[in-house]
């Protein structure tokens, strides 16, 4: 069994052993160019938390990664919730439109058959919106109930739970597209860009797992935690 990632490792070797980390450190905005240096000298010289990091990297690889709740400070914490943000912006506004491109590309070829064309459309426009309503929720509610709580303020009548239970899952309308594409769609269709498209949705999957694995195993028990750190000081004033 591989042993988690740690923070004295060099970080070339992280992206070397696994090449989802690149996402990873384009959202926390770590520059590439690393040399020999470790990833404890790399987050720093880019002013990001390696212990966030680092959690978000063995989450996001080793499915028996549990990190320790009180071990990360509050603005540790904050630096998630802006990671996460981003995660959401580059989804939406990067890897979305070129899906959007691709199923485009496909409906409107020669060999196009209406019918097929329109269930395709559908089933990704379903898709697509599904996961900005997901998003949505999370940027509009979510995330400033976690900043509240960052600053000792607890929103009434709302807790992580209840993220939990609007966690809705989406990974259904993401293989039924791709089940679409990989078992009924007749001859006649630019085989290669059905392909392109295959390939983005398969990627695009693993890293909405990685991303979803991040939020339920470390969102929501930090902020869970913070919770409690609350009410224990309320329940002792």
Known sequence: M??????NEKMSTLVNGSYMIIK???RLGIKPGFGESSVNEVCYANSVSAKIFLAICN????????????SFSKSETADLVRYLRLSHNEFMNKDI????LCVSKITSSAGANPKHSKILQHFFE????????????????????????????REKGYSIEKFEENHSNIEAKLSDLKNILLKYLPA???????YDLL?????????????ARVEDFLLVPLVAHLENSIKSINHGS
């Not at 989450?59 to 009180?70: C, G, L, S, T, V």
């Not at 439109?97 to 959007?100: D, H, L, R, T, V």
């Open 2 to 7: 591989r042993e988690f990632y740690s923070g």
């Open 24 to 26: 990873i450190l384009s």
């Open 59 to 70: 989450i996001a690889d080793f499915n028996q990664y549990k990190p320790e709740m009180d």
């Open 97 to 100: 439109p070129s899906i959007e």
């Open 126 to 153: 379903e898709y697509r919106d599904e996961l900005e309503s997901h998003f949505t929720y999370e940027d509009k509610t979510v995330f400033p109930y976690v900043t509240g709580i960052l600053s000792g303020k």
């Open 188 to 194: 006649g269709y630019p085989h290669d860009v059905v």
């Open 199 to 211: 390939s983005r949705l398969y990627l695009l999957e693993e890293e909405f797992e990685n991303h």
